[in-house]
């Protein structure tokens, strides 16, 4: 079919495969948010250039029809199955990479997940945070620094992790204290930060439901290797959202939402002599807004 009779039929609405993209986006209002007519008109193009590509059938058709219904059904105040979807997909972290560019030598972002929690206690320098007495004791250590190297005062770090069974004290809220392995540390002027908390461990996430199927189906594991949350806060600074992860853990390279970046690997060292079993080295270095990649 020509170009000028594919138009033409775009113009007098009616549907062809050959134009299915003209004749959906031709309907759209003419004072439409012009953000909202690009984002739209995009994604119709896409989702027919996907559905011709594979020539999707009726049945594959209502079989997504279905998945995503249940995938609607599973979310809850505690569980959101749409975003474990976006994140074992990549676009969580496609799109968290594409608001996040950040120029060399800053410390990158990482998907933020679904566990943190607002209003973590504030505590002194050094503090422990585990507080059911499980798993292997770690020093994290380090600083806050900007990109020439200048300690930032005042830097709000938030961190937070799994305990050594693999749960969020969210997960386990008649199990673990509450604020198990959480807390807030405020840096000083030497912009250093310190505090103990247990060496995390990999967990897999919850896969009973439809994106735990569709894992299955394509032959791949529902594991996060293990890692601490943080998020760092300071007047001045982009806010980082990243994680540090423990090296040599066996699912560096297969993420199950992709989250691992090689800048995050982070040392986790034995201490033969002190107070905890391992120590662990990190300094974070912040970009102001203007300074993006």
């Known amino acids: 079919m020509s170009e000028e009779a594919r138009s033409g ?21 003419k004072d439409v948010d012009p953000r909202l007519a690009k984002v739209m008109a995009s994604l119709v193009k896409h989702l027919h250039s996907f559905a011709g590509e594979v020539e999707l059938t009726q049945e594959e058709w209502e079989f997504g029809i ?18 474990l979807l976006s994140d074992t997909l ?15 030598g800053a410390t990158e972002n990482t998907v933020f997940g679904p566990f943190h929690v607002e209003g973590g206690p504030v505590r002194q320098m050094g503090d422990e945070i585990c507080l059911d007495g499980k798993g292997e004791s770690c020093l994290f250590i380090g600083r806050v620094l900007d990109l020439e190297g200048k300690p930032i005062e005042g830097a709000k770090i938030d961190v937070w992790s799994d305990n050594a069974e693999g749960y969020y004290d ?3 809220p008649d199990i673990q204290p509450k604020w198990n392995n959480r807390g807030v540390f405020i840096t000083g002027s030497d912009g250093e930060y310190s505090f103990i908390g247990i060496k995390p461990v990999s967990y897999p996430i919850p896969d009973d439901g439809p994106v735990g199927e569709m894992l299955a189906h394509l032959g791949r594991h529902p594991y996060r290797p293990a890692h601490m949350h943080y998020m760092v806060r300071a ?3 982009q806010k980082l959202v990243t994680h540090t992860f423990v090296g040599g853990d066996p699912y560096l390279e297969s993420d ?11 040392p986790f060292q034995r201490v033969e002599q ?15 807004p203007d300074q993006t990649r």
Do not use: H
């Open 9 to 29: 039929m775009a113009a007098t609405g009616y549907f062809a495969e050959e134009n299915s993209v003209e004749t959906v986006n031709a309907r759209m209002g």
């Open 66 to 83: 279905a998945f995503l219904t249940r995938t609607g059904q599973m979310c809850t105040q505690e569980r959101q199955e749409l975003i």
């Open 90 to 104: 990549g676009l969580s972290m496609l799109t968290d990479a594409i608001n996040n560019r950040r120029p060399d």
């Open 170 to 172: 969210v997960q386990q």
């Open 235 to 237: 007047e001045g600074f």
């Open 256 to 266: 199950t939402v992709f989250g691992v970046k090689k800048s995050l690997v982070a």
């Open 274 to 288: 002190g107070d905890t079993l391992w120590r662990s080295d990190f300094d974070f270095v912040l970009a102001r």
